[in-house]
């Protein structure tokens, strides 16, 4: 298969498998059982209320006509109202992506660059009491239910020690008493860093474990190949070997890396709801039990569509990464 056909596959793969997960969860979501309707006829609503309420927001149309106005709407990136609060629902959950983000993506990177290097350590020294014991620790974070790290951390950091604060993402009133301020100064500041710590460092505790294990157990087998022992022969120092190594063994931890995001990701509503963080998970639990259709579809779909370019990313860097690698002809 010509590199170009190859590309072009997969491409088209990516864009039906998008087109999938877009469909399934449109129908996962009008399975659940009630709908917002049915909330506000609990809550005391008139049924007049209610079914105009359903009129305005399309629920009273086909299942067919809402699916071809759901996904034209996507489309055009006209992701539509709140159904709870009438918001756009970028503009309700942009900041709370954002919130998000800049919590998993660098504890992402952090948590993968030392469960590498960590990884390999241990790999390279099979048959020790480091590699036998040194991994328990990081097994024990590995296998600990997020929240209750998180709790952990909470009650040690934030309330015996007192260094950090037990909540939020700044301190009370802060924001208000700088009304001027563009929305990216208070990310800059001391108090948004204090609070950052320890939901930073409970992300990197809980998910260190993974690409540490798939390191140590590839550093192993790549340990046993045959231009390893030229290496040693030649004289080619310790810490030289290790590097070559590890860079023959990283391909198996790099293909883990998107799964590993939406790992965290979902791992992070927990989080968040400890420590309070203003991000998308806590918005995800609210509207999930409001049956609120257009924020968690969109959602749970932009989770999807990072875990698919991902990958799909991998498979294209594979090349770069190990020329071992490579698209051959039929």
């Known amino acids: 298969m010509s590199t170009v056909r190859y590309f072009v596959n997969r491409t088209l793969q990516t864009v039906l498998l998008l087109w999938g997960i877009l469909t399934f969860l449109f129908l996962l979501f009008r399975a659940m059982p009630g709908d917002p309707g049915t909330l506000m006829l609990n809550a005391g609503a008139s049924p007049e209320a209610v079914a105009a ?12 006509i809402q699916y071809l106005q759901y996904t034209k709407s996507l489309a055009t990136f006209n992701l539509g109202n709140s159904l709870t609060s009438g918001v756009p629902v970028w503009e309700l959950v942009r900041m709370k992506i954002f919130n998000t983000f800049i919590l998993v993506g660098p504890a992402t990177v952090a948590f993968y660059i030392l469960g590498s290097l960590v990884g390999a350590v241990l790999g390279s020294k099979r048959g020790t009491k480091l590699e036998s014991y040194g991994i328990i620790p990081f097994f024990i974070l590995g296998t600990m239910p997020s929240f209750f790290l998180s709790i952990i951390l909470v009650v040690v950091f934030a309330m015996y020690f007192d260094l950090f604060p037990t909540s939020g993402m700044f301190s009370p009133g802060f924001l208000a008493l700088h009304p001027e301020w563009p929305w990216w100064r208070p990310y800059f500041t001391q108090t948004f860093l204090e609070h950052y710590i320890l939901p ?61 995001m939406l790992q965290a990701v979902s791992g992070l509503v927990l989080i968040e709801v400890v420590f309070n963080w203003p991000g998308i998970g806590n918005l995800l639990v609210q509207s999930i039990l409001a049956r609120d259709y257009p924020v968690v579809q969109f959602v749970f779909f932009a989770a999807a569509v990072s875990v698919v370019i991902g990958n799909y990313a991998v498979d294209i860097l594979y090349g770069v990464i190990d020329p071992r690698v490579s698209v051959t002809d039929d």
Do not use: N
């Not at 309420?53 to 067919?64: E, S, Y």
């Not at 294990?213 to 030649?234: C, N, P, W």
């Open 200 to 260: 930073f460092t409970a992300v990197v505790l809980r998910y260190v474990y993974s690409p540490l294990l798939v390191m140590r157990t590839s550093v192993t087998e790549v340990m046993g190949q045959d231009f390893t022992y030229y290496h040693r022969i030649t004289g080619l120092p310790s810490r030289k070997r290790l590097k070559h190594i590890s860079k023959h063994a990283s391909l198996p931890v790099i293909t883990l890396f998107p799964t590993s």
């Open 53 to 64: 309420a359903r009129a305005r927001w399309g629920l009273d149309q086909p299942i067919h």
